[in-house]
């Protein structure tokens, strides 16, 4: 039996992905959060196997997230369900580890079978992140699925307009009403989200997007 846990900060996704794989006979959902801080709180305790993971959740930056979980379970099996496709992103967390990076969007069986991957000591990575890995594009732009707005929320995508339109990071605040840190957060959530690189890299995507003309 494979004891699952999911971390998913998106409550009908969650939801839904649990009763799918609960219909598979060798797999055992052990609990579900909705964020980083009560899957933290689970994590010393859980008996699992593999940790299907939301590469953004909200109340946490990515990065120091899987620190904590690699401090906690050095060994424990993680496999990251993102829409995200941006190398720089991918490369930025594998050195922590991951078994397995899975999109979205991707059919069931795909994850089925990158569960079962990892659990026979393998890795797994989605087709088309292999790809873009094998080629290296280090700039990629995030490319959606599904509408902007299950990426970026609304208050980032104003900040993203706005840094597209050359505003600085003062002009932004005092538009906004924000403070000046506010901001720069806005803008390195913004660049490691969309797997860019620098400003030249949201302008990119904003365009790809028709958030800008």
Do not use: W
């Amino acid at each position: 039996m494979i004891k699952i846990y999911i971390t998913e900060d998106h409550e009908m996704y969650l939801e839904g992905l649990a009763l799918l794989l609960r219909k598979q006979p060798e797999i055992e959902i052990a609990g579900t959060s909705l964020n980083a801080s009560g899957l933290l709180a689970a994590l010393p305790s859980l008996k699992i196997d593999v940790l299907l993971l939301d590469v953004h959740l909200p109340d946490m930056e990515e990065e120091a997230l899987i620190k904590q979980i690699r401090e906690l379970r050095p060994d424990l099996l993680v496999i990251y369900l993102t829409l995200m496709r941006g190398t720089r992103y991918i490369h930025k967390l594998l050195k922590y580890n991951i078994q397995g990076y899975v999109l979205k969007n991707a059919p069931v069986e795909e994850l089925y079978t990158a569960i079962r991957t990892v659990c026979n000591g393998g890795t797994y990575f989605s087709d088309e992140i292999n790809i873009m890995a094998k080629d290296d594009f280090r700039d990629t732009i995030t490319l959606e699925d599904h509408k902007v707005e299950a990426i970026l929320s609304k208050r980032e995508i104003e900040v993203l307009q706005l840094v597209c339109m050359e505003f600085s990071n003062t002009q932004i605040a005092e538009k906004l009403f924000l403070s000046i840190s506010t901001i720069e957060t806005h803008r390195k959530n913004l660049i490691s989200k969309l797997g860019v690189n620098n400003t030249v890299g949201l302008v990119k995507f904003a365009l790809k997007n028709k958030l800008i003309k």
